[in-house]
Every structure is written in C-alpha cells, then in structure tokens.
C-alpha cells in the first residue's frame, strides 16, 4: 500500500516537493516553448521542435558535468541548489527578455543547465536518505518522490499554457519562475535536515587558485559560459544538431574512460546499470511515441469530438501525467503484494514487466486502426487504454531505475552515474524521432484516410515486433542480471 510519509525521512518530502516545483517550471516552458517559437516568434514549425529538441538534448548534456561537480567538488545538495539558482535566473530572463531574442535564448540556455544541475543529483539524494539495509523503502521512497514528479508535470501545462496563452507569453515564462523559486525555497529550508553524504565537499580543491582566481570562481565562470554556448547554438539550430551529437560521442568516450578505472566488483554493478539502461533506451523510444508521433497520429485519425465538445489534441497530454499519479499508489500495491507473496521480481524483472506492457500498448493502437478502417475515424479510447499501458510501463522502469542507480553506482560515482542514466533519454529522443519516421508520418500527410492507415497499421506492427524481440531478450536474461544483484 502506498503509505505515505510515514516511516520515510523527513528529507524525502522536501525532495518531493522541490522536484515537484522544478517539473512544474520544467513541464510549463516545454508546453509553451514551440507555441511561442511559432506563434510569438513566428520561426517555422519545424526551426521550432530543432529548437525545442536541441534544448532537451542539452539538459541531458549537462547531467554529466553535474555529476562530475557533486561527486568530486561540492556534493549533491550544493549542486543541487545551484541548478536550481540558474534555472530561476533562466526563466526570469524569459520573463523580462520583452521579445531580445538574444535574452531569450540566454535564459532558455540557463534553464538547460540549471536543469541538469539540479534533476540528477536531487533523485541521487532520495537514494542517499537509505542505507543498503533498506532497500524496500529506497524503492518506496522513489515511488513516492515519482508521485511529485507528476504532480508538477500535470498541472504545469495547464496553469503556464493557460497564462501564456491568454495573458501573455512572457507572464506563463514568470510563473514558472514563481515555480522554480518555491522549490528552491523548500529546497534551502531543509538543508540542514539532509544527510552528511549529500554535502561532503572538497574544500581544499574548491578554495585551490588556478592563474591567482579561485577554483570556485572558474567554476561559476564556466557554467554562465555553458549557458552562453547553449544559448548561441540554439539561436542556430542546424549547427546546433551536429554540435549535440559530437557532444554525446565524447561523454561515450569518457565513460568508457571512467570504466577502466573501476575495480572488478565495481564493474560488475556498474554493468548492471549499463545493461538496464539499454532496455531502458528501448522503453523511452516506445514512450516517447506520445510527444514524437502519436500527437500526429491522434490529430488526423482519432476522433475528437464527444458531445458536441472537440476536445483539444494537447490535452490527452495532461491524461498520461494523470494516469501516472492515479496507477502509481496501485503499483506500490502490486509490488507490496508481490512481496508478500514472497514473488517480488528483480530490478530486470520490473524492466521486463514495464517493456512487455508498453509493447502491449501499440498492440491496441493496431486494433484502434483496424476498428478505423470500419468505422473512418479511431476512438479516442484506443489511446486513453495505450497511453495507460505504457504509464503503467513508465512506473515499472522509471522510479526503479533510479533506485537502482543509487543503489549500484560507487559511492563516489553516483552523480556520474545518474548524469549517465539521464543522458540515455537524449539517445531515446534520437531514435524516437527515427522510429517516427519509419512508421512514415512525413510522406502519409497528403493521402486519403484510408490509404493513412493502412501505413501507420504497418508502421505500428514494425514497432511491436520490435518490442516483442526486445522485451523477450530481457525476459530470457532477467534472472542472469537478478542474481548478480
Ligand atoms: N517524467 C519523468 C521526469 O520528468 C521522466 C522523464 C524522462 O526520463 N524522459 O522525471
């Protein structure tokens, strides 16, 4: 049963609450950025997702440099707190930028960097308030932090979409700074509270001087010109596009570096986070589906109109945030249950389960698309029971990842190791997009219904196999991964 606070630390509600804030500014620019980039800005549509897709990319970018400051620099809380100091500079930037684009993209650059500060090293502290003995509860505790998660990025869209939309661009940007500056202010009041191994600091290193200029000052100094750099590169988004890839071969490269240092039992519980994280890649790309193709997909085929009420496409949005908050306390359940009955599966277990449900979900779109060929238009149910199943899977992978991260990562690795976790999704992003197009929404547009769904029917089966291959290899390796855990 979901229980609540009670017997978690007392950290853990302000973790809750700080996320929960941050994934409300978070969630409210990433409703209106594109909107705003086409409809303020008027940048073509497709200038505006380079934008938007570049900007994530660097949020991702920046979770590795975050783990490297809080692992061997200032330690997780610090980290933490500074992130969320540049996210809130980011969207007051926004707020005043009154149309400078170059303020605008500024501030947008912070955001992304103040974003990977801050996101990674949090859920390293909800780890870090359990010890090994505890390992139910870390769980537990990350079901509960998830919640948080959620709440925010379900009333995010609504609340900033509503005041950008109709009052005005700029005030939806300042209530996410209002956002941002509630998380940071729970966030200060409890660092007392939070536990030594969130602040272990190196002091000698931070007070050392490199050219007579402390390092602590460098430090600063190279954070606003990341931003900076963020900033320039997406005010020219082509160039933006390459630049991410590279970035993203070298921190490969530099992982690859951090594995040779490591000791043999070290690599052995690192090689289970990499090897999760790869299923996990597979999970995102199918999840990713509902920003990347199904909007497309539910804007022309899928019938919106009930009782005379069209309901708008960006809605359905809110309902998969819903669905999160509403299956999370009926997950914690499950698991519970599964332990009682003494079946609790793995960490690769609850993978395998999360990627078998999320491959189900396209299975019913198959079928939406065959009820469509009867009766022209798709049901809006096929994709309330799809977006269901793959929330369902979400919950399976998401907060059990992170958990296992914590739990597996060298304790003075962690903060790389969750930089890593989250640099997985940039790639998800990437072949998300690619399975998007290989279901071909691009050359369907222009076609008559039937003859769209007939593609996407054939697009949607390739994906499912896809699923089906990958969740069977992780259901036959399961058990191999369980028992070295
Ligand atoms: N919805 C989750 C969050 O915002 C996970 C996002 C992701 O990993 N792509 O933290």
Redesign the pocket.
């Known amino acids: 049963m979901f229980t609540g606070w009670r017997n978690h630390p007392r950290s853990l509600k302000r973790l809750f609450f700080t996320e929960m804030w941050e994934?409300f500014s978070f969630y409210g620019l990433n409703a209106v950025l594109v909107l705003f980039l086409t409809k303020a800005a008027h940048i073509p549509e497709d200038l505006a997702l380079i934008i938007f897709g570049s900007y994530v990319t660097y949020v991702y970018l920046s979770t590795t440099i975050a783990g490297f400051l809080a692992d061997r620099l200032y330690g997780y809380a610090k980290v933490a707190f500074i992130g969320g100091i540049f996210i809130l500079i980011g969207h007051l930037t926004m707020a005043l930028s009154n149309f400078s684009f170059s303020l605008f993209y500024f501030g947008l650059g912070c955001i992304a960097t103040g974003t990977g500060l801050l996101?990674p090293n949090v859920s390293v502290m909800v780890g870090k308030l359990y010890s090994d003995e505890h390992e139910d509860m870390r769980v537990q505790g990350f079901n509960i932090y998830y919640m948080g998660?959620?709440i925010g990025?379900v009333i995010a869209p609504t609340a900033v979409g509503f005041v950008a939309e109709k009052v005005a661009w700029h005030a939806g940007f300042g209530l996410a700074a209002i956002g941002m500056a509630l998380g940071l202010y729970i966030f200060k009041r409890g660092e007392k509270e939070f536990p030594a191994n969130c602040k272990v600091a190196n002091n000698e290193l931070i007070n050392s001087r490199f050219a007579g200029i402390k390092l602590n000052i460098w430090v600063y100094v190279m954070l606003l010109a990341l931003a900076a750099i963020f900033a320039t590169l997406l005010a020219n988004p082509i160039q933006s596009t390459v630049v991410s890839g590279i970035c993203l071969l070298i921190l490969g490269g530099y992982i690859i570096s951090l594995w040779r240092k490591l000791t043999i039992e070290e690599r052995s519980k690192v090689w289970i986070i990499l090897v999760l994280s790869i299923f996990s890649v597979s999970y995102?790309t199918l999840s990713n589906q509902t920003i990347a193709s199904l909007p497309i997909f539910i804007d022309r085929v899928v019938d919106l109109n009930y009782f005379g009420v069209t309901i708008p496409a960006s809605s359905i949005s809110s309902f998969y945030s819903l669905i999160l908050i509403i299956l999370a306390p009926i997950i914690a359940w499950f698991w519970n249950f599964t332990k009682q009955i003494k079946h609790e599966p793995g960490y690769a277990g609850k993978f395998a389960l999360g990627l078998f449900v999320a491959t189900l979900a396209f299975v019913f779109i198959i079928f939406g698309i065959m009820q469509a060929e009867h009766s022209g238009k798709m049901s809006l149910v096929w994709i309330l029971v799809c977006y269901t199943l793959l929330g369902f899977g979400?919950l399976c992978i998401?907060p059990n990842g992170l958990a296992l991260v914590t739990k597996y990562a060298p304790q003075n690795l962690s903060g790389i190791m969750m930089g890593l976790w989250w640099m997985i999704?940039a790639f998800a992003g990437l072949t998300a997009g690619l399975i998007a197009q290989l279901i071909g929404f691009q050359s369907a547009d222009k076609l008559p219904v039937a003859e769209q769904l007939n593609i996407y029917q054939n697009g949607f089966i390739k994906v499912t196999i896809l699923g089906i291959i990958i969740t069977a290899i992780l259901f036959i390796i399961r058990n191999k991964i369980d028992e070295r855990s």
């Open positions: 994934r996101k998660i959620n990025a995102w979400e998401s999704n």
